[in-house]
C-alpha cells in the first residue's frame, strides 16, 4: 500500500531557529513530491520536487529529494512566527496522479 | 485567476439534512478534486473527476454521499441524509495537465448538529 510518512508530527522552536521536517515514502511509480503549507485555511503550494539532488528554494524555505532513499526534507532557516503551520508533504503516484497525503508537521514559531 | 471557489465557506446543519457543497476549478484545469480533512485522519480524498468524468470514487464513505461534475467549471458534492460523523471541513482542489501540482480552494467548514 502506497503511504508518506513525516516526522516530527510536531515541533516548537523560538524565532530564529533553523527547523528540518521529514517526508519519506513508499510508492509505486513515483512521479513527483511536493510540499504544502497549512495555516489555518487551504493548503498552499511550496514546492515539487521531481529529480535526486537539485534543491529547491524560495526565501529561507528550501527542499531537496532523494529518490534512492525515498525521502524529502524541508528546510527552513531563521524561523518567523508567521512560519507556524502545518507542513504537508504529498506524492505523486501513478498514471491518476493521485496525490498520496502524509498527516503533516505541525510547526509551532514562539517569539 | 480567482483561484478554486467553494460554496459555501460555513454550514450548519441538523442530522438528517440534505447538504450540498459546490466547487469552480481554475479555469483550464481538466482535473477535480474533493477532499475531507479532520484531526483524526488528516486529508481524504473523496473523489476525483478528470474531464468531468468521475475517476476514482473508493474514497466516498458511503451511500449517502455523491458527487457530480456537469460541466468543466463546476462540481457538487452532496450528503443526504447528514450525520454529525460528517463534521469536517471539505476542499476541493483542481489541477491542470502539466504539473501534478493541486490547487486548493478556501474550503467548506460542515457542521452537522
Known amino acids: 500500500e502506497d503511504k508518506v510518512v513525516q516526522s516530527p508530527l510536531s515541533l516548537v522552536v523560538h524565532e530564529g531557529d533553523t527547523v528540518t521536517l521529514n517526508c519519506s515514502y513508499e510508492?509505486?511509480?513515483?512521479?513527483?513530491l511536493l510540499w504544502y503549507k497549512q495555516e489555518k485555511k487551504a493548503p498552499t503550494f511550496l514546492f515539487m520536487l521531481?529529480?535526486s539532488g537539485i534543491e529547491k528554494k524560495s526565501g529561507r524555505l528550501s527542499s531537496i529529494l532523494d529518490k534512492k532513499e525515498l525521502f524529502s526534507i524541508l528546510n527552513i532557516t531563521a524561523t518567523q512566527t508567521g512560519d507556524s503551520a502545518v507542513y504537508l508533504c504529498?506524492?505523486?503516484?501513478?498514471?491518476?496522479?493521485?496525490?498520496?497525503w502524509g498527516l503533516g508537521t505541525s510547526l509551532a514559531v514562539n517569539p | 485567476d480567482a483561484g478554486v471557489i467553494q460554496s459555501p465557506r460555513h454550514e450548519v446543519t441538523e442530522m438528517g439534512q440534505e447538504v450540498t457543497l459546490r466547487c469552480k476549478p481554475i479555469s483550464g484545469h481538466n482535473s477535480l478534486f474533493w477532499y475531507r480533512q479532520t484531526m483524526m485522519r488528516g486529508l481524504e480524498l473523496l473523489i476525483y473527476?478528470?474531464?468531468?468524468?468521475?475517476?476514482?470514487d473508493s474514497g466516498m464513505p458511503e451511500d449517502r454521499f455523491s458527487a457530480k461534475m456537469p460541466n468543466a467549471s463546476f462540481s457538487t458534492l452532496k450528503i443526504q441524509p447528514s450525520e454529525p460523523r460528517d463534521s469536517a471541513v471539505y476542499f476541493c482542489?483542481?489541477?491542470?495537465?502539466?504539473?501534478?501540482?493541486?490547487?486548493f480552494g478556501p474550503g467548506t467548514r460542515l457542521t452537522v448538529l
Open positions: 510508492v509505486t511509480n513515483f512521479r513527483s
Open positions: 521531481t529529480s
Open positions: 482542489a483542481s489541477r491542470g495537465t502539466v504539473t501534478d501540482t493541486q490547487y
Open positions: 473527476f478528470n474531464n468531468n468524468v468521475p475517476i476514482d
Open positions: 504529498a506524492v505523486s503516484a501513478g498514471n491518476n496522479r493521485k496525490l498520496i
